[in-house]
Every structure is written in C-alpha cells, then in structure tokens.
C-alpha cells in the first residue's frame, strides 16, 4: 500500500476541526464518508481518482496543540502499493483545498462562541480556561472575571466604568 502524509495547523480548537470534517468535506468533489471514530477525533473519505487508478482513501486527525490550535494529520494511502502519477499527493491537496476552504468561516463561529463564553464569564479572557459560573477570578491566571454593581447587582466587565445595568459609578470595592 503506498502512502502520503501532510500536515496542517489550524487556528481553532479541535472540536470544531472534527466537526467541519465530518459534516462538510463528505459528497464534495467525489469524497464520500467511509469512517468516523469520534473518540479518536479521526475520519476516513475514499475518492475514486480516476478509471485507471485504485480509490484513495484519505485518514485525518485532528489532534489539539493547544487550547486554540489544531494539528491535522492527513494520511493519502491507495491499494495499488505504488503512486506513479502523484494521485496521492494531487488527493491531499484536494482534501485540503476543501478543508481550508471552511477555515475562515470556522474561525469567525469560533471567535463569536469565544466571546461569548467569555461575557458569560464562562472562559477566562486571558488564558481562555473555563470557569464554573460565579467565578471571580481566574484560578489558572488571577484574570479578574466581572465587577459586581453595588446597586442593582448586575456583573459587568472588568474596567467598566459604569453599570451596564442602572448607570452607577463602579467603584473598586465592587469586585464579584
């Protein structure tokens, strides 16, 4: 069996990766969802190149680096055991051509998501850890989360100035 193998770092979290592999890529251009292991965060597509050669059957991984980062593994392997024509390479690059072209609109849901969790003072706007609701500072980085209106009670940001609320004058006294 001849293999290929190519790599790609993506700026999102590798929940997300795995999800726009297994509902997007599939039925494009001739990839059709043969696999999913969900817990290995791994799919396999087959593509039929062409008449005169065996199907392709391209394996990704997505496998975090970091909090916001994701490395793909994509591995080309076809039964033929040799690749004269260079169809695996010319199938990575199509398989990534596809993937790559969800990546803007995957960071902007994740950018927004994000944001979000960190209004909600469900992530930390610093580090990015998550926080169990309540939380006044952040345990990993001592980030403060919310600043708490002596009047009304309403969380706001930290550096607000005045209550998003009632208006009132926040004060240093009034942390969460």
Not at 46 to 74: D, E, G
Request: glycine share 8%; with cysteine.
């Amino acid at each position: 069996m001849a293999g290929k193998t190519a790599r790609m770092q993506v700026p999102v979290p590798s929940r997300y990766c795995y999800d726009v592999l297994f509902e997007t890529v599939d039925g494009v251009s001739g990839w059709n969802l043969i696999r999913a292991v969900p817990e290995q965060r791994a799919v396999m597509y087959q593509h039929r190149a062409s008449i005169m050669t065996s199907p392709v059957t391209v394996t990704v991984c997505a496998s975090p680096t970091s909090s916001n980062q994701t490395l793909l593994v994509l591995t080309a392997e076809n039964s033929a055991g040799v690749d004269p024509f260079g169809i695996l390479d010319k199938a990575l690059r199509d398989f990534l051509r596809h993937f790559e072209a969800q990546v803007p609109d995957l960071v902007k849901v994740v950018r927004a998501e994000t944001e979000n969790r960190i209004e909600a003072g469900i992530m930390c706007p610093t580090c990015g850890k998550e926080l169990s609701p309540g939380t006044r500072f952040c345990p990993e980085d001592g980030t403060e989360i919310a600043v708490e209106c002596s009047k009304c009670g309403q969380a706001n940001t930290p550096g607000s100035r005045f209550c998003s609320n009632c208006g009132k004058e926040l004060g240093g006294h009034n942390r969460l």
